[in-house]
Nanobody
């Protein structure tokens, strides 16, 4: 199994930046894709960005040009650099890792953007 721990959330002014980190442990060699989702209360969890084992990167249109996902394989860590943040980016951000047999989720980290 894979365990994920996110960090880096917080309160930021609109237009500011934050970097989220997600540290993976356990059977990290089984991860085929790792990335980020976000969720606001009462709504579904939505895809933001992900990077595959062979370094293919995919973004949701809502964050293209503002968010950058990257992976440090040596540290088993994935990052989400978020720039030009908007009030609509306020949400709980979750790290997700996909293996051939299951999907692992982190506990989430709150990001609040003050307008």
């Amino acid at each position: 199994q894979v365990q994920l721990v996110e960090s880096g959330g917080g309160l930021v002014q609109a237009g500011g930046s934050l970097r989220l980190s997600c540290a993976a442990s356990g059977r990290t060699s089984t991860i085929s894709s790792i990335g980020w989702y976000r969720q606001v209360p009462g709504k579904q969890r939505n895809f933001i960005a992900a990077v595959s084992r062979d370094a293919y990167i995919n973004y949701d249109e809502s964050v293209k040009g503002r968010f950058t996902v990257s992976r440090d394989a040596a540290k088993n860590t994935v990052y989400l650099q978020m720039n030009s943040l908007k009030a609509d980016d306020t949400a709980v951000y979750y790290c997700m890792a996909q293996t051939s047999t299951d999907t692992a989720w982190g506990q989430g980290t709150q990001v609040t953007v003050a307008s």
